[in-house]
């Protein structure tokens, strides 16, 4: 742990310093980066629960997110293909808060980039897919949830293009899922232990674009803070961990990431 802040913590958290918040990154020599769907929503893909998110237009979408319920209704499973099929990230490009993370890991500083987001942006921005921890999955791969088969998503979709409305696990003749976490469904152990040891071991945890209310991606943050780092939030609304972040950035994250880390 490296001191950062020569003159000390701030009592209060700094609210759009941009320059001072610049210099601790700046100083920092692992920088551990949480991104949530606030990066990717620039890039057209919506969040689930802001003004346009998917579960406020549609709240019987979140349906199609709940494990349980998925398994048990096939026209919910044929409405799931759907919507992997018309999904808005097959078409969006990465934009400036994505690319800010790779200009961070050029500079040597950026140590792990762990997402909420199944997207793909990042890697699509050219972060180095060694770095970026897909937290609740991804949406290029399906899954068996009987036998854990993995096949390309796109597979999947040509399958469901030739008329099968809800593609079988061609290993087992199981039920298939995109690779992503559900609710009711539990983090990939590996992939949470790689995320708490990345947060274990940084100068700074910059939380980005994520409201941190689902955990344990949030609780990531209190693991940072445990650990000594010093927690800066970017986010476009408050987030329960404004009051023990160092450091608080509101802002459109197009404009806030590029400025801090570019
Ligand atoms: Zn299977």
Not at 45 to 59: A, E, Q, V
Not at 69 to 95: C, G, I, K
Request: hydrophobic share 45%; proline share 6%; with cysteine.
């Amino acid at each position: 742990m490296c001191g950062i802040l020569p003159g000390g913590l701030p009592s209060e958290p700094v609210l759009g310093e941009l320059d001072g918040i610049r210099g601790w990154l700046d100083a920092a020599a692992r920088v551990a980066v949480l991104t949530g769907a606030g990066v990717s929503t620039p890039s057209g893909i919506p969040d689930f629960r802001g003004p346009n998110g998917l579960w406020t237009k549609d709240p019987g979408a979140a349906a199609m997110f709940d494990i349980d319920r998925y398994r048990a209704d096939a026209d919910l499973r044929r409405r799931a293909w759907l919507n992997r099929r018309d999904h808005p990230a097959w078409t969006a490009s990465p934009n400036a808060a994505h690319h800010a993370f790779v200009a961070l890991e050029r500079s040597g500083r950026l140590s792990a980039l762990l997402t909420q987001n199944i997207d793909g942006l990042h890697q699509a921005a050219g972060s180095s897919p060694d770095l970026v921890v897909e937290l609740h999955g991804t949406l290029y791969f399906s899954a068996c949830l009987d036998c854990g088969e993995r096949v390309p998503m796109q597979d999947v979709l040509a399958r469901v293009d030739a008329g099968e409305p809800d593609p079988s696990c061609l290993v087992c003749g199981g039920m298939q899922r995109s690779a992503t976490v559900a609710f009711g469904q539990a983090l990939d152990p590996d992939v949470l232990d790689r995320a708490v040891a990345a947060a274990q071991d940084c100068d700074v945890f910059l939380a980005a674009g994520t409201s941190l209310q689902v955990n344990p991606a949030a609780g990531l943050c209190a693991v940072a803070l445990r650990a000594g780092a010093q927690l800066v939030v970017a986010n476009g609304s408050a987030t329960p961990y404004d009051e023990v972040a160092h450091a608080v950035v509101r802002g459109d994250l197009t404009e806030v990431l590029p400025a801090l880390l570019m």
